[in-house]
């Protein structure tokens, strides 16, 4: 048994979406950095599996050669072109995410397995600048002298590695941030998901829009019945855990009692089948803007509490969020300076700058999904108005227009007919 010391500028944690992320753009800025990663790829991850124009955005900036290959391989990848909204009283909206889509432009988003997807990431991270173990769970993490270390063990060798700089990637419940931080998630922050696949599922959409159910029993969470490539279906819930722990939820039975008895979605599972067993996991969403970095480490994607309260997307905010801790971590190598003011000004507060909007808009909406009539009113207004269709299609990218849905005015101009 031998005891490796290792030495380099920048530790990261998890090699997932946000560990990737902030690895890609350190390699890009030629800062040496060693990830350590507990599973060995490829791995899977519960999830609902969408990939949306932000994690398309990273990757084009990345590298838009990565976004060709994704969009060439259809049998790993699907495009996805719009949601389907289904409300509480079961009337469905259809919004194309670009409404204006030329035919055969590429698509904003897509749906793969994230086995697939974080492999597709894992597999760009070799460089000069990259160290990877795999395999190798990390426990104890130290810091001294504004000098972090991280011991581990793989196989029957131990290692020390030794940086200014931490970042945490290692997802809910991370270890970087329980040793760095007392743990202010608030339950309301807080939602749980489950995960299941199935095949013969009918009834999809002809352009394969992602659907969203806000079933009554489920609200402010959702069903979803994503599509996927070699039609396979990715099924789930998401539901706050407050809401669990109150009306006491068996979250999986909600789950099959809803597939079996709603009247919108029980014909179409009458002859799928499920492929693999029914997963769980948390989400952390982005409700507040609590701090994500302090002296010596940086919080990335669900370790930073990150998820859209209202979509419940992650992957684009933990790779978005990986890119700007890399910026931030590259002045900070530049200028040797890795105190918590200094990571505050160059992390956290440009990230809630770019991002802070959006997720309290999202926290806003996830709010108002407390009151169906709302959200029913709204659908069936958008059914009988094509410009009401298209402002919602234009709430996806445009983030002022999104805004709109926080105000009362908006559904007063509905209700007025303007
Ligand atoms: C049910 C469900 C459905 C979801 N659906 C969607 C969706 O459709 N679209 C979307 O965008 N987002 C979705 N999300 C959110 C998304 O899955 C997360 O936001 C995303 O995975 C965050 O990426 P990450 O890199 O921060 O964390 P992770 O993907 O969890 O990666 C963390 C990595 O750290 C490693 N690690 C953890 N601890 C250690 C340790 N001690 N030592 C070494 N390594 C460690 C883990 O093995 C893992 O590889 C969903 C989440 C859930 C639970």
């Known amino acids: 048994?031998?005891?490796?010391?290792?030495?380099?500028?920048?530790?990261?944690?998890?090699?997932?979406?946000?560990?990737?992320?902030?690895?890609?753009?350190?390699?890009?800025?030629?800062?040496?950095?060693?990830?350590?990663?507990?599973?060995?790829?490829?791995?899977?991850?519960?999830?609902?599996?969408?990939?949306?124009?932000?994690?398309?955005?990273?990757?084009?900036?990345?590298?838009?050669?990565?976004?060709?290959?994704?969009?060439?391989?259809?049998?790993?990848?699907?495009?996805?072109?719009?949601?389907?909204?289904?409300?509480?009283?079961?009337?469905?909206?259809?919004?194309?995410?670009?409404?204006?889509?030329?035919?055969?432009?590429?698509?904003?988003?897509?749906?793969?397995?994230?086995?697939?997807?974080?492999?597709?990431?894992?597999?760009?991270?070799?460089?000069?600048?990259?160290?990877?173990?795999?395999?190798?769970?990390?426990?104890?993490?130290?810091?001294?002298?504004?000098?972090?270390?991280?011991?581990?063990?793989?196989?029957?060798?131990?290692?020390?590695?030794?940086?200014?700089?931490?970042?945490?990637?290692?997802g809910d419940k991370g270890i970087v941030r329980k040793s760095f931080m007392n743990d202010n998630n608030s339950a309301k922050a807080y939602a749980v998901g489950l995960r299941a696949y199935y095949t013969g599922v009918t009834g999809m959409h002809k352009e394969n829009f992602i659907e969203l159910h806000f079933l009554p029993e489920m609200l402010p969470g959702y069903l979803w019945i994503f599509p996927m490539p070699n039609g396979i279906v990715n099924v789930g819930v998401g539901i706050l855990s407050e809401r669990i722990r109150s009306k006491k939820i068996n979250l999986r039975e909600q789950m099959l009692?809803?597939?079996?008895?709603?009247?919108?979605?029980?014909?179409?599972?009458?002859?799928?089948?499920?492929?693999?067993?029914?997963?769980?996991?948390?989400?952390p969403m982005g409700m507040e803007q609590l701090p994500i970095s302090g002296d010596n480490f940086v919080l990335t994607g669900d370790a930073a509490s990150l998820i859209d309260p209202f979509s419940g997307e992650g992957i684009g905010n933990a790779l978005y969020s990986g890119m700007l801790a890399a910026y931030a971590i590259e002045k900070a190598v530049r200028q040797n300076q890795y105190d918590r003011a200094f990571l505050k000004e160059q992390y956290d507060d440009v990230l809630y700058k770019r991002i802070g909007d959006e997720l309290k808009i999202s926290a806003t909406l996830q709010r108002l999904c407390r009151y169906p009539w709302l959200f029913n009113f709204v659908v069936n207004k958008a059914n009988k108005s094509p410009s009401l269709s298209k402002t919602i299609s234009c709430m996806f990218t445009d983030l002022d227009m999104r805004d709109q849905l926080r105000k009362p005015s908006f559904?007063?101009?509905i209700l007025l007919n303007r």
């Open 1 to 170: 048994m031998a005891l490796h010391k290792i030495n380099t500028k920048v530790i990261i944690i998890g090699a997932g979406p946000a560990g990737a992320g902030t690895s890609i753009y350190l390699t890009q800025a030629g800062i040496p950095h060693v990830i350590i990663e507990k599973e060995t790829f490829p791995r899977d991850k519960v999830c609902g599996d969408a990939c949306s124009g932000k994690t398309a955005f990273v990757l084009r900036k990345a590298n838009p050669e990565w976004l060709k290959e994704i969009f060439a391989s259809e049998e790993k990848f699907m495009p996805s072109h719009g949601i389907v909204f289904v409300a509480p009283n079961g009337k469905s909206l259809d919004i194309a995410y670009n409404p204006n889509r030329i035919p055969g432009e590429q698509a904003p988003g897509f749906t793969t397995p994230r086995m697939v997807f974080d492999n597709f990431l894992f597999d760009k991270l070799p460089s000069q600048h990259t160290t990877i173990f795999q395999q190798s769970a990390v426990k104890n993490i130290d810091r001294e002298n504004d000098i972090v270390t991280v011991t581990f063990t793989k196989g029957e060798d131990t290692y020390e590695v030794t940086a200014p700089l931490i970042v945490g990637a290692d």
């Open 257 to 283: 009692h809803a597939l079996k008895t709603n009247p919108n979605i029980k014909h179409r599972f009458k002859n799928a089948t499920l492929l693999d067993k029914i997963q769980g996991w948390g989400l």
């Open 411 to 413: 559904y007063a101009k």
